[in-house]
């Protein structure tokens, strides 16, 4: 069993930074892709950053403003999101995939964590 916990969330203004931490339970966390998946009001969850060892892979709605990164001595993913816009509004998850491929739809994946919101004022 795998277990996820985000933290990190808040409410900004839009222009400003946040950086979001995924702490993971399990001794191969190194092993599987980890992901930020992100879901607004009304809308689908989406795909916003992927992390292996086969590298990274970013939505184009946030890329070259958000950066995501593994300690995998810490079992923690990040996302590092510079530049927030209003539209970046969201609970933003963080999540498992089940082999090490940078994939980007929900059902590659897992485990879930149980969400953290961000919040942009304009």
């Known amino acids: 069993q795998v277990q996820l916990v985000e933290s990190g969330g808040g409410l900004v203004q839009a222009g400003d930074s946040l950086r979001l931490s995924c702490v993971a339970s399990?001794?191969?966390?190194?092993?599987?892709?980890m992901s930020w998946f992100r879901q607004a009001p009304g809308k689908e969850r989406e795909f916003v950053a992927v992390?292996?060892?086969?590298?990274?892979y970013y939505a184009d709605s946030v890329k070259g403003r958000f950066t995501i990164s593994r300690d995998n001595a810490k079992n923690t993913v990040y996302l590092q999101m510079n530049s927030l816009k209003p539209q970046d509004t969201a609970v933003y998850y963080c999540a498992k995939a089940q082999t090490s491929g940078l994939a980007v739809v929900p059902r590659e994946y897992d485990y879930w964590g149980q969400g953290t919101q961000v919040t942009v004022s304009s």
């Open positions: 992390a292996s060892w086969r590298g990274t």
């Open positions: 399990g001794r191969t966390f190194s092993s599987y892709a």
